[in-house]
């Protein structure tokens, strides 16, 4: 059954304008709906709802995969991979869509094999196909989509890399938007009828002022854009009778978005009533699946069921809640006179005063008896209506005989297993949806699973460390304290302190290590999620209370330590509070070895930092060594620390000479940034004399191909800092290296767009 609300949401969404113009619909933050589940699915480089299919979403991988894409439900369930005839293994895949094509009614699948890192190729390819039939529910398939057609273009001012492929259901043309220009961002257009069988030229239509465009999609009526960088996705509109690039000479509306690992896929969902949003695999995080539905305007919203308990006979336990979705505290409810019903015979008209205001839940059974109805707490008895174990339905009609809201649920589809109750993800998502409803986590009662009265267990939508940890405030407290969230990532140190805390990271970057009270024992390297509130620690963000927690096995990636410098991490350093909770890795000189309490510093140059033995308390270092620490970095007793884990966490260095973190010596420091995006500074010493002739700095990419080269008069003898910008270069795996006469040291960064 649609749902009522979602019949009216489109006239609401559409009512307010923002400064620039442009109508601003109202979208709620990211719901998590699930990991992709299908483990070769790594890269998903493009996301494209069936308009043929039912809850079925379509995928595929960047580079490096066969010629195939893949289909998945709206939980990330892996339903089949499905090989495109004729085309070439993934060179570059980019993005993908679903839209219209040379056969009317027909829904037709396009591929962009548009990438082009280097802009090195000539010709670029789209390829078309017939969307086949999927069922969402199906056991995975492996099969061949033929009828494939190819799509050869060139562009009219140069090569380009591209990881934006729209269709427009309005008029078939095929819009491709180019990546990496400096706010020169190009939109072409392919009219329709494209040739498949010549080479065809595309129109510039179109310049954006943004970077690192990697994603988009058109809205099933043509009349909405969504065009994605890594960490912002924008939004247009147009009328019916506009063209379609018109519409970017209008400064866009910034869009709900949880910044993801590498997220580059985008797409509307088949109804136009939201979007999807996916990243790739990074650092042993796992890809999730994220929607963003629109606002629900309605205000009465059924939010949880349980047909059939489990510690009771249904007909004394069975119940459901309803919630007020409102945000105006005019908008509270009084349900006298309303009816509950299904499409049957079962109905019953509520006949005393029952209010319900913004933001409350009501419980609605057919016994209000805790003693014999599983020790549920209820806030009306019903009589004269009923909810069947296995299909049926809920109808809330108003005095005037309006269906408020209603929903239809089965065992299809809908996660109806007996002694839990269903619980919906999100009030602002379609509850007609049995994709959209999770199993409850919680017991309650007599030990059934459910929330009743209460906000449903699957309601917390992953979040990023970055969005717990970032803050520009002074005392570093989290911008989240006190509310409840909850994460993914890689457990980084075992228990510690009592066997109650430990580290968990989720990117190699600033801001992304937390500290999490927890006192059963965990294994490095074990990939999680958990929920929790977070917390202040002495002066440390942590998370307490964990609700749920997760191991998903160990990770195919560890987290490798952040290269930093001591002091940008030492008490007052500049990136101290950015590295908290974070596993780092520094080279210095032991210039204190004992402050007492197992607290000792070494220094590269840059300003001393601390080394404590919290969690590894066997090593006593040496006054005037050398030292590689690797470690979490941690706050307490008013200094920031590196804790070392192991024996493996401390190494020394055996120099060139003694004095070789000396300016005036030879040394390359941990470049800063890094991970970066899109400048890092890199830092070193060399010594007297330098000479021009027998110095060098030069970087590489992963494959061994220079990429940058500094000019040697830059350089002088003592302590350098050179500022790399790689803005124009695709994000990877980078080699710093260092020469100075028959020495060299080289560094890896990782440039992160």
């Known amino acids: 059954m649609k749902n009522f609300h979602w019949a009216i949401a489109l006239t609401v969404c559409f009512t307010v304008q923002n400064i620039f113009g442009q109508d601003s619909p109202d979208f709620a933050s990211g719901v998590e709906l699930g990991q992709l589940e299908y483990e070769w699915l790594s890269e998903a480089s493009g996301l494209a709802a069936s308009q043929k299919n039912k809850n079925v979403i379509w995928s595929h991988n960047d580079s490096g995969d066969d010629n195939v894409i893949y289909a998945l439900n709206l939980r990330g369930e892996h339903l089949g991979i499905y090989t495109i005839e004729g085309a070439a293994d993934a060179r570059d895949w980019e993005d993908i869509a679903v839209g219209p094509g040379p056969d009317e009614g027909e829904s037709y699948i396009y591929i962009g094999e548009i990438g082009d ?24 398939v492996e099969t061949t989509l033929t009828g494939v057609e190819t799509i050869t273009y060139q562009y009219p001012d140069g090569n380009r890399d591209s990881e934006t492929l729209m269709v427009d259901p309005l008029t078939k043309d095929i819009y491709v938007v180019s990546k990496r220009e400096w706010e020169d961002i190009r939109v072409y257009r392919a009219p329709y009828p494209q040739s498949t069988s010549e080479l065809i030229t595309l129109d510039h239509v179109a310049t954006l002022t943004l970077y690192n465009v990697v994603g988009g999609d ?7 854009i969504l065009i994605k960088t890594y960490p912002t996705i924008y939004y247009w509109n147009r009328s019916s009778d506009e063209n379609l690039w018109e519409v970017f000479d209008e400064e866009p509306v910034v869009l709900p978005y949880i910044e993801e690992m590498q997220g580059e896929a985008v797409c509307w969902d088949a109804d136009g009533m939201g979007y999807f949003t996916a990243g790739e695999e990074s650092a042993g995080i796992e890809s999730h699946l994220f929607v963003y539905p629109r606002i629900n305007p309605s205000v009465v919203i059924i939010n949880e069921i349980m047909p059939d308990p489990l510690s009771v006979d249904d007909e004394f336990g069975e119940w459901f809640e309803i919630y007020n979705n409102s945000n105006e505290s005019s908008e509270t409810i009084d349900l006298n006179g309303w009816v509950i019903m299904d499409n049957g015979t079962d109905s019953h008209t509520i006949s005393q005063s029952l209010t319900l205001a913004p933001g409350e839940f009501l419980v609605l059974g057919n016994n209000a008896d805790g003693n014999s109805n599983g020790g549920l707490v209820i806030d009306y008895q019903y009589s004269g209506f009923s909810l069947d174990n296995s299909a049926d339905e809920i109808e809330l ?49 007599s030990g059934d699973l459910g929330t009743p009265g209460g906000s449903n267990s699957p309601v917390a939508s992953l979040v990023a460390i970055r969005d717990i940890q970032y803050t520009t ?54 990939s999680v999620t958990l929920s929790g509130t977070v917390g202040e620690y002495s002066n440390v963000t942590i998370l307490l209370g964990l609700t749920d927690f997760e191991i998903l096995g160990a990770s195919d990636n560890g987290i490798e330590p952040s290269l930093v410098s001591t002091g940008e991490i030492s008490t007052g350093g500049d990136n101290s509070e950015a590295f908290e909770g974070v596993l780092v890795r520094v080279e210095g000189i032991c210039d204190n070895d004992d402050f007492g309490y197992g607290e000792w510093s070494l220094d590269d140059a840059s300003g001393p930092v601390r080394v404590d033995d919290f969690i590894y308390d066997e090593f006593i270092p040496v006054l005037g060594t050398s030292y590689q620490v690797t470690g979490i970095l941690y706050y307490s007793y008013g200094e920031f620390k590196i804790l070392p884990r192991d024996e493996n966490d401390i190494v020394e260095i055996l120099s060139v000479d003694e004095n070789s973190l000396i300016p005036g010596t030879f040394s390359l420091l941990p470049a800063y940034p890094n991970p970066f995006n899109p400048t890092t500074t890199i830092r070193f010493s060399v010594g007297i004399p330098a000479g021009r002739d027998n110095t060098s700095l030069q970087i590489y990419d992963i494959t061994g191909r220079l990429v940058e080269t500094f000019v040697i008069e830059q350089i002088e003898s003592g302590y350098n800092e050179i500022l790399w910008n790689a803005r124009n270069l695709p994000s990877g795996v980078y080699f710093i290296h260092l020469r100075f006469g028959d020495k060299s040291k080289s560094q890896k960064v990782i440039y992160l767009k």
Do not use: H
């Open 218 to 224: 058109i809205s099933p009526s043509g009349l909405e």
């Open 473 to 526: 405030d002074f005392s570093g407290v989290s911008p989240l304290l006190d509310q409840e969230v909850k994460i993914s990532g890689i457990i980084t140190t075992g228990s510690f302190r009592y066997d109650d805390m430990f580290f968990v990271q989720d990117s190699v970057a600033a801001w992304s290590g937390i500290l999490i009270n927890y006192t059963e024992d965990v294994t490095v390297g074990d």
């Open 397 to 445: 009609v108003s005095p005037e005989g309006t269906v408020v809201d209603g929903l239809a649920y089965d065992t299809n589809v809908f996660p109806n297993t007996e002694g839990v109750s269903m619980s919906l993800l999100d009030p602002n998502l379609d509850n007609g949806n049995g994709f959209y409803w999770r199993e409850s986590l919680e017991s309650f009662g």
């Open 117 to 140: 890192n280097y802009s090195q190729y000539d010709e670029k390819y789209i390829y078309r196909v017939p969307e086949p039939d999927v069922d969402a529910n199906q056991e995975p």
